[in-house]
């Protein structure tokens, strides 16, 4: 029976001899010509393995057959080889990383993931040939990918229990490798190195990162996943696996996830923050897949280096981190901030903390245990209402926030000297504290500081306008009698209309030029200071513009009316100079009242 099996594997292996005279068997395909055929090869070839161990233990010894059926064997093993680089070969578009990653998550695209539903609304408007048609055009694809990693399969577990292995992993490698070189190619994905990263100007870098963060996730998740399930289909052992694995893509995955390192390694730079956290964020998220395809131990420095990666990204955001609060600390700027507004300092301060904000889950991550510094210059009277947070149960990173702004907020507090207006100053910490409370609830920040932190700046706001209303209207408050309504002597009359006209003109010319940015906060200012003043010189106008009305020049006594108060003060804080008071402030009050 065996030397039948040697007489049947010998006829159809030199049909398909790749040294026979005529051309048929080097010029057609094997499993493309007859697929039945190409089973019945390979059964051949078992029937070969059989004979083989038959003829090799002494009892049944037969050089001559033995030998001959190691040539069949050599024979049908270059042809299978040849076989297997062809359907490689052939196949690269069918057997790229996409549809194979798709083919091991689903078992048909068009089959189970299509719910009963679109069918059933895809039955509605196509007759059942159209679906027919486009049922078989959608599995098309998958048809050819699925007969092509069988043969693979049936090609590769022949040759490798007929000992001939290493010429089938080899060809396997040289293929495979390619592709995924030429895919992460096509993905932008280059080689560079850490000069290279530190010359490169910010935006070229900037690009070279958002395409990294966008490509590596494709790379994970198809390229070096298709592989994997491809690889792992193929190959029954698990040597095989490895090594076929680990040589098409090691080189590729050190390189891919080096690159972030390379970054967190260079020039630091405040704009640099974001794409660090864009990058720690990419490999964070893809962590799973990486440490479930990169498993085999002869690829543990890959998983070594996406952690090293996320280390030195971590370590990079903590430095500029701490490089952001000292640049707080240590600006200098003489320049004032006219009426009042808001500091430069503070909008960038606010602005680049709220995108921070965004990254919450991150930087939660990276500044985990890390302690805020033990030794402050900062006044001890703001920590305890600006760094409580945790009875809140805040995050560490929420404290790390509130400590960022604490910073900001010492600063402005000492910027308040370079105002030799005491009620300017006041104003302008009421502007910036306004602003930074406003962009605390717009962003991330409101959860992460929490409500509480909120109400206690809220407070402090109308502590400063309070302190500001207070510093800059007590002289026209002061100017009016303590009771507006009481009968006083017509000289006093006068006196009192006299300080309270230059007071008001005085505190008026002064502050025309004031701002309040916010529109809420300088409507309350203004109704506040309204409420302050002109009842009060109501009760004194009424009362006293009988006995005055027989006086000459009264217009020169009494210059305002209380509507024209009113009208005077809704002209306040919009940072518009009004010059002049009589009759030139006179005409802009007119105005104002108009309008208003």
């Excluded at 302050?532 to 027989?550: C, H």
Aim: overall charge negative.
């Amino acid at each position: 029976m065996m030397e039948e099996n040697i007489d049947n594997a010998e006829l159809l292996i030199n049909k398909w001899n790749l040294q026979a005279s005529t051309g048929f068997a080097t010029t057609s395909s094997l499993f493309y010509d007859d697929r039945k055929e190409a089973k019945d090869f390979i059964s051949c070839v078992k029937d070969l393995q059989r004979a083989m161990r038959f003829f090799i233990q002494p009892e049944n010894s037969n050089s001559v057959l033995m030998v001959k059926s190691q040539k069949l064997m050599q024979t049908a093993m270059k042809r299978l080889e040849k076989e297997f680089y062809q359907i490689l070969a052939a196949n690269r578009d069918r057997l790229d990383p996409e549809s194979i990653s798709g083919h091991g998550s689903e078992k048909s695209r068009g089959g189970s993931s299509t719910t009963s539903e679109d069918y059933d609304e895809e039955v509605e408007s196509s007759d059942e040939d159209e679906i027919q048609r486009l049922s078989d055009s959608i599995n098309e694809v998958e048809q050819v990918s699925t007969v092509a990693m069988n043969d693979l399969k049936m090609i590769s577990d022949c040759m490798i229990s007929s000992g001939y292995g290493k010429e089938v992993v080899r060809i396997y490698k040289i293929i495979r490798k390619s592709i995924v070189d030429e895919g992460l190619y096509k993905l932008g994905l280059e080689r560079l190195t850490a000069a290279q990263i530190n010359k490169m100007d910010w935006e070229m870098l900037d690009f070279k990162i958002k395409n990294w963060v966008y490509a590596v996730k494709i790379a994970v998740k198809t390229l070096f996943l298709g592989e994997r399930i491809l690889c792992d289909y193929v190959f029954t052992s698990e040597t095989s696996r490895e090594s076929c694995f680990t040589a098409i893509t090691k080189d590729s995955a050190l390189e891919l996830f080096q690159f972030p390192e390379l970054v967190a390694k260079g020039k630091k730079s405040p704009e640099k923050m974001f794409r660090i956290l864009d990058l720690y964020d990419a490999i964070s998220e893809l962590w799973p897949e990486i440490e479930a395809i990169f498993w085999y131990q002869s690829m543990s420095n890959i998983r070594a280096q996406a952690v090293s990666s996320l280390l030195k990204l971590g370590e990079s955001v903590r430095a500029m981190l701490t490089d952001f609060e000292a640049a707080i600390q240590k600006d200098s700027s003489k320049a004032l901030v006219l009426g009042g507004g808001i500091h430069p300092l503070t909008r960038y301060v606010m602005n680049y903390v709220c995108f921070l904000s965004d990254y919450t889950g991150i930087l939660s991550d990276i500044v985990a245990d890390w302690p805020l510094p033990m030794h402050t210059s900062l006044p001890e009277s703001y920590f305890d209402s600006s760094l409580d947070t945790e009875d809140d149960g805040a995050s560490s990173i929420g404290v790390r926030f509130a400590w960022l702004i604490l910073v900001l907020l010492c600063k402005l507090d000492g910027k308040t000297s370079l105002y030799k207006d005491v009620p300017l100053s006041y104003l302008f910490l009421a502007n910036n504290l306004n602003y930074v409370v406003s962009k605390v609830r717009s962003s991330n920040l409101r959860f992460l500081l929490g409500e509480d932190w909120i109400s206690k700046h809220e407070v402090k706001v109308k502590q400063y306008s309070l302190n500001y209303e207070r510093m800059g209207w007590s002289k026209v408050l002061s100017s009016l009698p303590a009771d507006p309504t009481a009968s006083i002597p017509l000289d006093a009359t006068k006196e009192c209309l006299s300080s309270f006209n230059t007071a008001f003109e005085t505190a008026y010319r002064t502050q025309s030029s004031w701002v309040v940015t916010d529109s809420k906060l300088r409507d309350e200012i203004k109704i506040s200071i309204c409420r302050k003043i002109v009842p009060v010189y109501r009760e004194f106008y009424d009362t006293n513009r009988a006995a005055l009305s027989g006086e000459r020049n009264v217009e020169a006594l009494i210059r305002y009316s209380p509507d024209d108060l009113s009208n005077y003060l809704s002209d306040l804080f919009y940072g518009m100079k009004v010059s002049g008071t009589g009759s030139s402030a006179g005409n802009s009050s007119r105005h104002s009242s108009s309008s208003h």
